[in-house]
Structure formats: C-alpha cells, structure tokens
C-alpha cells in the first residue's frame, strides 16, 4: 500500500491504532508523533496511589512499536494541522505529509469553568489525571500528610476521562490511610448525585473504611464553586461552606485535547464529533479522531474503549485504501475498580453502531453482582493486574 498515515498522540489510542496499521498492512507507512518518550498509564495509577504497586512499572516505552511493528515514531509536539495541506507541523521536526491522519491527544483541562485555581498550582494541588509525575506529587503529599489530616478528592462534572476513577482514588487513598494513618479522613466533593458503580462502591467503602470517607454529592452542597490555593480550601454551595485540606486533589473539568481545539476538530460540547461507525470528524476530511477525545455514543471514556477504537480505525483506513469493506465489528469496554488489592469488582459491556450511534449490545455487560462475597471480590482484583497486562501488550507490543 503506498500510503502514510500519521497518527498525532501515542497513548492508549494512538499507539494501538499504529500497531494495528502495521499490523493489517504491513507496506503501509505509519509515522506516530508523540512527545513523550516513555507513556505513562493513568490506569493503575490509583494502585500507586494505594500504596501497592510502583510507578516504574506504568511506563510504556516505543521501542516495540518501532522495532517489532515497524512503526516510525517522532518524539515531539504536533504544534499544527494543516487539514487543508495534509500535513502535520511537529514543533522541532519537518512538517509530515499524510494521506490519512489519526488524532488522539487524550484530554485538556478546562481551568476556566472554575474560579481560584489554573495550571500553574498543580504542584500545591495536583490532578493526577495525567500519567506519570502528578501522580508522584499526590502520592508525596498524602505520605508526608500528618495522621488525622483530610485528603479533600474533587471528582469533575461529566462528561470526563474514566467515570470512575475518582471513586476508586478515594477507596485507595482510605487503604493507605488506615494502615499509615489510621485517623485521616477522605472527603469526596462532587458536582454530580451519583457516579458509576456507586452502590458497588458505597458497599465497599462502608465495609472497608467505615467513616473514614464521606461523599457530598451536588444537591447537598458538595459542587466546588471556587479554590484557595494558599489556605488549602475548596468552597462548596454557592460559596457558604469552606472545606479545608491536608492535601486537595482537584480534578479539573474536561474537554478534547488542545490540538484538536486548533484544528478546529471540536464542536460547542468541547469534545470531537465523528461519525461513530468509522470515528472519521465530520468536520474534516480523511481525519479520524479517537480515544478520549472523540465523542463515541456510550462507550465511556476508557484506555480499553480507546485500544478498541484503535483497532477499528486501523481496519477502516485500511478497508479504505484497499477497497474492501470496512469492517462491522462489535467493541467492547472493560473496567476494573479496585477498593483494596483484595477487593474489585467490574461493568463491562459490548457496543454496536444502531440508528446512528454507538450503542450497547441489548443484554450485554453488566455488573458485578451486588450481594457476593469477599471470596468473589478478590478473584476479580487477581483479574485486574491481568487486564492490565494484556492491554498495555496490546498497545504497546
Ligand atoms: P491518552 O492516553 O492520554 O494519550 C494521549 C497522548 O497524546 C499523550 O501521550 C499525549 O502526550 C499525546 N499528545 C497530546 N497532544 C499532542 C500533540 N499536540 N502532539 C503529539 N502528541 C500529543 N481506563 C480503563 O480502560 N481502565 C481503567 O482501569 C482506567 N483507570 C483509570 C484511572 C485513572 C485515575 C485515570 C485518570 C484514567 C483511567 N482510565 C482507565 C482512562 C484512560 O487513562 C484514558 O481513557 C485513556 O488513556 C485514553 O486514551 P487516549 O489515547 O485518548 O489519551
């Protein structure tokens, strides 16, 4: 095939869908334009935060893409997409001329939905939504915390990167606390009256932490309205009450990564409208957005929805270049969350294009059982580390 496809973003959807290209077709040329030399997984990241597995150990290199799979991989920033000249503008390198481009930037933070706080504070309060050093800094601040202090968790307003996640962080960070310090508290401030997985979660906070995590939920005051950085304090219900914390994990409200936003990929919603049976922006032409910022009917925002996107997109272009059918196939999701490392349980669900968008598979998935016992909760966090590495494999060879 003599085409070159340039993919902009090496993370979860991005190194699978050049994996997948060269994998398909192996002649095509495939050029990945990623900064980082080394991809670290968000997912997991509570598990570090937990106290129970390294940092280390979430790092993802692109030797592999390179060497078994054939891959050129760029490290450097896309600065611009000139959509109309088929080229991508890496910041250090010559400009990349493309017949297919592949975006996959992942998430930006919308610092301007909330008053007191920018990116310039994320050493005092860090997010840790982005692999790799913030978690570092949350990690250090909650170990240097002294015994009976607050850990203040500020889950964001949907839609945004794993809908879980905070709820799990919150569990997990109460799992260090109770053997290091067992007299803290983790307080939950959320925008919203309920999250993904709640009873699950609530059963096992309450049997697991007892009192030591309290959840506010939005109708009773629990929305952060504005931020002190220097006194440590979140504000909540207009503004009355003030919360402060030992350490203050906000996590900012999202939108598709920034080059999206300047190549005009996005539309009002702050995230990418494509078609959602091939991912291909209905904004520009033979441009494919995927992964966390493309806007994908229910499928959530997941490193195992993106890897699936991946692979369809890689069949797609090269259904396209070749002239056979694109392929119809079901994608899936997968979540694990983790209370303890003894204590997980999981949605999962597999989706199809019907009427129009992606929707799930009537009588697919599901959840965990409710009313299971320890025995169970531990197989499924056995099960955990093995989704994990099986889909970094997958992504990264
Ligand atoms: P990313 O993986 O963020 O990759 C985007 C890449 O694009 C980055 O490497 C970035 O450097 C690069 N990039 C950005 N801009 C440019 C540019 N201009 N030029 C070049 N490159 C650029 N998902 C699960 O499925 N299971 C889980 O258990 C799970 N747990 C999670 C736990 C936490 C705490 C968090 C925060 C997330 C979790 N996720 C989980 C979600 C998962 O991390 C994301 O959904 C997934 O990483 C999205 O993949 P992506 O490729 O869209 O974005």
Excluded at 17 to 26: E, F, G, I
Excluded at 147 to 159: A, F, L, M, N, Y
Excluded at 174 to 184: E, G, I, Q
Excluded at 354 to 377: A, K, T, Y
Aim: charge should be negative.
């Amino acid at each position: 095939l003599d085409a070159r496809i340039a993919v902009v973003g090496g993370g979860s959807a991005g190194a699978t869908v050049a994996r997948y290209l060269k994998q398909n077709a192996p002649n095509l040329r495939v050029t990945l334009i990623e900064p980082n030399e080394t991809y670290y997984t968000c997912y997991a990241g509570n598990w570090y935060l937990g106290g129970f597995r390294d940092l280390e150990t979430l790092g993802h290199g692109y030797d592999n893409l390179r060497e078994r799979h054939g891959v050129e991989v760029i490290h450097d920033r896309a600065e611009e997409l000139d959509l109309a000249g088929k080229r991508v503008l890496p910041r250090n390198h010559d400009p990349i001329r493309y017949d297919r481009l592949v975006v996959a930037p992942g998430i930006d933070f919308d610092w301007e939905r909330i008053e007191g706080i920018d990116q310039d504070d994320t050493e005092q309060i860090p997010h840790a939504w982005e692999g790799g050093r913030p978690f570092r800094i949350l990690r250090e601040q909650i170990k240097a915390m002294d015994d009976g202090g607050t850990v203040i968790v500020c889950p964001p307003e949907d839609p945004f990167r794993c809908p879980p996640g905070p709820y799990e962080r919150m569990a997990l960070i109460a799992h260090y606390l109770k053997s290091h310090k067992p007299r803290a508290k983790v307080l939950g401030l959320d925008p919203k009256d309920s999250f993904s997985k709640q009873s699950l979660f609530k059963q096992g906070w309450e049997e697991l932490y007892g009192d030591m995590i309290e959840w506010v939920p939005g109708s009773e005051g629990g929305a952060p309205e504005r931020l002190s950085v220097s006194d440590r304090k979140v504000f909540t219900d207009g503004g009355a009450q003030a919360h402060r914390g030992d350490v203050i994990n906000f996590i900012p409200p999202q939108r598709a990564g920034a080059i999206a936003w300047k190549a005009d990929l996005v539309d009002d919603s702050g995230w990418c409208p494509v078609d959602q049976e091939t991912f291909r922006s209905q904004k520009h032409d033979d441009v494919y957005v995927i992964g966390d910022a493309a806007i994908a009917g229910a499928m959530p925002k997941s490193a195992h929805s993106a890897n699936n996107q991946g692979k369809l997109v890689a069949a797609t272009i090269v259904g396209e270049l070749t002239g056979e059918p694109t392929p119809d196939f079901p994608t899936v999701n997968t979540c694990y969350s983790l209370v303890s490392p003894e204590w997980a349980f999981t949605i999962a669900a597999v989706f199809e294009h019907r009427d129009g968008e992606i929707r799930e598979v009537e009588g697919s998935g599901g959840l965990s059982p409710e009313d299971e016992d320890q025995d169970f909760r531990q197989i499924e966090a056995i099960y955990a580390p093995g989704w994990y590495e099986s889909i970094t494999k997958d992504m990264f060879g």
